[in-house]
């Protein structure tokens, strides 16, 4: 069976205030990993970040 797994697995605040996420996105068979691809984005002061992971909402919250 595929399984896909999206972790939040990268972090970083530039100085201006922007927060640069990197998701992970895994595909495994049987618990082994066959596939990895990654998504990154930048969540800028100012911008909606209601709907992103806990750890990046409470850093934009303490950033922003």
């Known amino acids: 069976m595929l399984v896909e797994n999206k ?9 201006n205030g922007c927060v ?5 996105f895994d595909i495994s068979k049987d618990n082994v990993a066959i596939a990895s691809s990654f998504d990154r984005k930048v969540i800028n002061p100012g911008d909606d970040f209601s ?3 806990e750890k990046v909402k409470s850093i934009c919250s303490t950033v922003h």
């Not at 972790?7 to 100085?15: P, R, W």
């Not at 640069?20 to 992970?24: A, L, P, S, Y």
């Open 20 to 24: 640069q996420v990197r998701t992970r």
């Open 51 to 53: 709907q992103e992971d």
């Open 7 to 15: 972790i939040v697995d990268k972090i970083e605040v530039l100085e």
